[in-house]
């Protein structure tokens, strides 16, 4: 399955500034999806990025808060713009396994906290 | 939509006492499951996953889970939990869209 690499790692920033975070994977993969996981909840789908085309978002995401940038098969940048303390979070890129049987594979998640 | 329930927030159990953790799906469709689960630090792992055959399926550590097409359920058992099996477990289904939507996650406390 394949390996992914994101940084940061975590990140204290102040309200009103932006992160981004990023997710190299060693494969070439179609789809990348990005998630939150906000304090003692689950995994929430922010959006599905693809390659060559725009995110396509979840209901009660929107591309200014949260820009998506996927230039190639393997990289993909998520930001969180205009930080307020509501968006700290974990946020997790993830993509599929490689085979349909494969499952998905998590990037290990940058845990955000706003202050 | 498709939507995913676990039904347990928080579980508590001692040493080799037997788990279950449950799971329904809303989805008339052909459907994909997943377990994962998530220790203290540490990043989501696959526990095991179903996606035909065989509705009985094996995964890692010595877990299994179920898939009851009837009751929408795909529940999650281990005979005799460890302390090292503390953890949040998420239940997961892909939809068509490719699209994996989780559970809200059930906390795992094994007292040693």
């Known amino acids: 399955s394949a390996v992914i690499s994101q940084k940061p790692s975590r990140d204290i920033c102040q309200r009103g500034t932006s992160l981004t975070i990023q997710c190299q994977v060693d494969s070439q993969v179609t789809m990348m999806f990005w998630y939150r996981q906000q304090p003692g909840q689950s995994l929430t789908l922010i959006a599905t990025a693809n390659q060559g085309s725009e995110a396509t978002y979840e209901s009660g995401f929107v591309i200014d808060k949260f820009p998506i940038s996927r230039p190639n098969l393997t990289f993909s940048t998520l930001t969180v713009s205009n930080m307020s303390p509501e968006d700290s979070s974990i946020y997790l890129c993830s993509v599929p396994g490689g085979r349909p049987n494969y499952g998905y594979t998590f990037g290990s998640g940058t845990r955000l906290t706003v202050v | 939509a498709q939507s995913v329930s676990q039904h347990n927030h928080h579980v508590i159990l001692s040493e080799a006492a037997s788990l279950e953790l449950g799971c329904n799906y809303s989805?008339?469709?052909?459907?994909?499951l997943f377990w994962y689960v998530q220790y203290p630090g540490q990043h989501l792992q696959l526990l095991l996953k179903y996606f035909s055959g065989d509705p009985l399926v094996k995964g890692i550590k010595g877990f299994e889970a179920e898939f009851i097409k009837s009751k929408f359920s795909f529940n999650l058992r281990k005979p005799s939990v460890q302390w090292s099996d503390t953890a949040e477990y998420f239940c997961a289904v892909y939809n068509q869209g490719g699209k994996l939507i989780f559970g809200q996650g059930t906390e795992l406390s094994v007292k040693p």
């Open positions: 989805y008339g469709g052909t459907v994909n």
